[in-house]
């Protein structure tokens, strides 16, 4: 493990490392966790480092509590981007979706804890996240069209894939926003906590799924992640390949030992 801060700290992303589990927390309070350019840049070479470290088992995103009001993140920095041209809006829309491309293709499970206003690209943050536990009032939208633009971080796709076409449409056309239980409805959300237990109940998850085996932790993200936008046929065949491939690994031999044996795992990664 790597990298500390502590809140109160001027970094804009922090690091928390809760055996084998790192909890990355947006932290630009004043401005309610708006993303910033520098804020991105920041998550992303945070995510480089973490992709690689066979301590991190899994990951959690979340937004500082120290904001005025509970946010996960209102959205790209708006500031920010009223003063760039048409080149640097195209610019500040690819460093947004090289985060959440990078979050989606992370080899270990990437959730957000989503503790307030997920808003603009803080939806679409969340979005890419492998999936999302919401605290009780938390809100999701995409209220780009009320500013005249359109979200720029994949969140057409995204919320597209996520909740289907009706639904996304008019969440992306009205601007509104729906509360977590509507949006656990919607299945954009897998779980409504009250606002005290979402980091704890977020981390004990993590903490569960990091303790899997890890190749095949890999393999199922990669199957899901890269299967979800191929034709089932395609999809089908992928995942022939990546069972195959958990045949050549040290840990299926543990693995089956071990329940034959009646005994746990211990798995080597390999
Ligand atoms: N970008 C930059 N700053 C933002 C921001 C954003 N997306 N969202 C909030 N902030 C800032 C506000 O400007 C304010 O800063 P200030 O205190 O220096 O003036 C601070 O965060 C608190 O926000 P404020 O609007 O005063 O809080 P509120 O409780 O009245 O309203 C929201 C909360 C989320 C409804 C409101 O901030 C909002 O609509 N934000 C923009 C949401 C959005 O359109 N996101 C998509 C952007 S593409």
């Not at 790192?22 to 840049?41: C, G, I």
């Not at 973490?50 to 904001?67: F, K, Q, R």
């Not at 293709?105 to 803080?122: C, H, R, S, T, Y």
């Amino acid at each position: 493990m790597t990298t500390f801060a502590v809140p109160g700290s001027d970094e804009l992303v922090l690091q928390e490392c809760h055996e084998g589990v790192v909890l990355l927390t947006l932290n630009r309070p004043d401005k309610l966790n708006a993303l910033s350019a520098a804020l991105l840049e920041q998550l992303s070479d945070a995510l480089i480092e973490l992709e690689d470290d066979e301590e991190v088992g899994a990951i959690v995103i979340t937004g500082s509590p120290a904001a005025k009001r509970p946010a996960f993140a209102a959205g790209a920095d708006i500031a920010e981007m009223a003063k760039m041209s048409p080149l640097e809006l195209r610019q500040h829309a690819h460093l947004g979706q090289v985060a959440c491309t990078m979050i989606e293709g992370m080899p270990k499970p990437v959730i957000a804890a989503v503790n307030g206003f997920a808003l603009g690209g803080g939806c679409e943050l969340a979005m890419a996240c492998h999936f999302r536990y919401a605290a009780k009032g938390a809100q999701f939208g995409q209220p780009e069209i009320n500013l005249g633009i359109i979200p720029g971080f994949g969140g057409t796709q995204r919320l597209l894939r996520h909740i289907g076409k009706g639904p996304a449409l008019e969440l992306l056309l009205s601007g509104d926003s729906i509360d977590a239980d509507q949006a656990e409805r919607l299945g954009l959300v897998n779980r409504v906590v009250e606002p005290a237990a979402l980091i704890p109940t977020v981390i004990e998850l993590a903490r569960k799924l990091a303790s899997k085996a890890p190749v095949a932790r890999r393999l199922i993200l990669d199957a899901v992640i890269r299967g979800a936008d191929l034709p089932l046929e395609a999809a089908q065949a992928l995942e022939a390949d990546l069972f195959g491939l958990t045949g050549a690994t040290i840990d299926v031999r543990e693995g089956l030992s071990a329940f034959l044996e009646k005994r746990a795992a211990k798995w080597v990664g390999r």
